[in-house]
Every structure is written in C-alpha cells, then in structure tokens.
C-alpha cells in the first residue's frame, strides 16, 4: 500500500526471526505482483527467541561463552540465506552487546569477539553482497556499547574487507552530533552502505522521519548529493525507514516518512552546487548558507505530488489511503497477533 500511493518506497528491508515465512519463495512470488522486492534483511540477536537454546543476556556475538557466539553466527548466516532467495543483496548487523557496569567486561576483548565473529559472517556473504555495520551509542548497555559510534564501525569495516560497511541510522548518535558531516567522513572513505532513516528528540526514539528536524534530514541528503557527484558509478547506500508507531496508523507514518525523505532529497538537488562551491572557496559564509537555505526553502510539494501521479500513485496518499478504507478493510479478515513478549533482552 505504502508504495502503491507514495511510489518511492520500491524494496522491503525484512527483519528475522520477526519476518520469517514457511514459504520464502511463495512470499517473494507476491511481493513481485504487488510490485515489491527486497533489500538489505536485518539480523536479531538483541532479543531471545522462543525455544532459542542459549541467551544473549549477556551477549551475542561478543559472549563471552564461544557456543553463544557460535548460535549468534549462525542465525546471521540462515538470515543471509533466506535474503538470497528473496533476491536481496546485503545483511545488516546491529548488536546490543555491552555492558552496564565497570569491569563488567573486557573492552578490548569484546570487540576482538565482534571482529571474529563478524569475520566468519562476512566469509558466508554472497559474492555480490555487502554487510552494514549499524553502530549505536546506547541502550540497552549504558555503561558501554561494543559498536558504539561511526569511528568503530569504520574500523571494523576496514577490518573485515572491501564488502563491509557502516550504516547510518539517524537516532543512534549523542544528542546534537553533526551527523550530516558523519555522513561526509564514511563517503570519503567509500564505506557508507545505508541508511536507517528516523527522527529523535532525545535518543533512538524511532519517530517519524523528518517530523522533528526536517532541516538536518536535508543537510544529510545535501552530503549524499555530493557523495553521488564525485562517485556516480559506485556510490550506492541502501535506504530504510526505521520507525516506531504506537499512536500513529503504521501505513500512514510510513507514507509521511517517505514523502519527508523524497523532499529532502528533492531539495538537496537543487541546490547550486556551483555556486556553493565559489562561496566556499571564497570564504563567504552569508551567501554559503544562504545557498543551500535557497534551497531548503524551495517549495518541492508539486512536483513530487507530479511524480507520483506521473508513477501511477496517489497526488495525496493519506487523502487516497483513508478514502480506499484499506485499514478498515484488512481488519475484518486478518487476525490479531498475540505479541509473547517486546523489547531489547
């Protein structure tokens, strides 16, 4: 529904064990009649499984115990199994480990744990797949954090080899970090993979994109404009939105989410990079600014509104969404699910 009205959300990035089907091939057939594929699947060991032998309490592919790590790896490993018969091309990996209290663990010693493991990962990828390193500073260690910000992932990506890279989910950073120039560092050095596109005000909130700061959202894409520019061939990160809706119709967070991202995106191309670059070079601080805030005051509604129609969506996907009646619809034939249990482990 979501890319049938918005028309810009073309992949599926599927999460296991939460995603997984009896009949993979059967779920990819439908996908492709609804005019769906899929991208990167994501990895869980951040939470205990029901009849999981062994726990990530305290770990997953840094435990301690190597037959934690072992259950860890391989769960990795069906994962990209499973996304090789849907067709997708990249694993994301984003862990929880760390701990809560001093001396609780040898911070050295989990990160050479995370790079073993991760390194048997990376030998089982296909060979025209990428894996995403997803840091995050926080929670739910909040004494340390194994892959805890862009530096780490960096150096691990480096480490592991030319098909590991880092992704970029925007609520994973200390409060009023310049993401935007994050963005710019891992470009240069070809290892930004993706993107997991959210909105915070205080931590990883998972709000929708772009509903909190839309500017910041454009800086971002105005940093990928110009990664495109000077790599066009091989610059290819993968975008997600990576999102929590409890008050909020889920259909409807996504088609405002994904609509923010394709203004921001819209906007960032228009921006006179020529221009810019001759502000810049001449130290003119006013009109650098003032170039890309040009920019980000552009009105991008109609023509975006133009490209969905132009694709075969919707000028007003809320508008079309609840007049189709859809929610209302599937409620009456798909049942409720019970949830066992919510939550990082």
Not at 95 to 110: E, H, M, V
Not at 267 to 280: K, M
Not at 317 to 328: L, M, Q
């Amino acid at each position: 529904m979501v890319q049938a009205l918005g028309r810009n959300t073309p992949t599926v990035s599927t999460h296991f064990p939460w995603d997984k089907v009896d009949d993979v091939q059967g779920l990819k057939e439908k996908a492709a009649g609804l005019g769906v594929g899929f991208d990167a699947v994501n990895s869980n060991t951040f939470q205990d499984q029901p009849g999981q032998p062994l726990s990530y309490k305290y770990g997953s592919l840094t435990h301690a115990d190597p037959a934690v790590r072992d259950q860890a790896v391989q769960h990795n490993i069906d994962c990209i199994e499973i996304g090789e018969a849907l067709g997708a091309e990249a694993l994301t990996v984003w862990i929880a480990d760390g701990s809560n209290f001093a001396g609780q663990s040898d911070l050295t010693g989990a990160l050479d744990r995370y790079l073993d493991s991760m390194a048997r990962i990376y030998a089982a990828l296909p060979r025209h797949w990428r894996v995403f390193i997803e840091h995050k500073l926080y929670e739910p260690a909040f004494y340390s954090t194994v892959v805890s910000d862009w530096g780490t992932s960096l150096l691990c990506a480096q480490t592991l080899g030319d098909k590991a890279q880092c992704l970029v989910d925007l609520g994973h950073h200390a409060p009023n970090v310049n993401i935007e120039q994050i963005v710019a560092r891992l470009a240069r050095f070809g290892k930004l993979g993706g993107f997991h596109f959210n909105d915070s005000k205080y931590g990883d909130d998972d709000l929708d994109a772009g509903s909190i700061n839309p500017h910041q959202l454009f800086l971002v894409f105005n940093e990928l404009v110009e990664a495109q520019r000077r790599d066009p061939e091989g610059f290819r990160p993968a975008y997600m939105l990576d999102q929590s809706h409890n008050v909020t119709d889920p259909i409807e967070s996504l088609l405002n989410s994904a609509g923010a991202v394709a203004a921001a995106h819209a906007r960032a191309l228009v921006v006179d990079r020529d221009a810019l670059t001759e502000h810049q070079r001449a130290n003119d601080v006013i009109m650098g600014f003032n170039t890309l805030r040009r920019a980000y005051d552009t009105d991008v509604t109609p023509i975006l509104a133009m490209a969905r129609y132009e694709l075969g969506g919707a000028i007003d996907p809320i508008a079309a969404y609840r007049a189709s009646e859809w929610r209302v619809r599937k409620a009456q034939v798909r049942k409720p699910i019970a949830v066992g249990q919510a939550g990082i482990v």
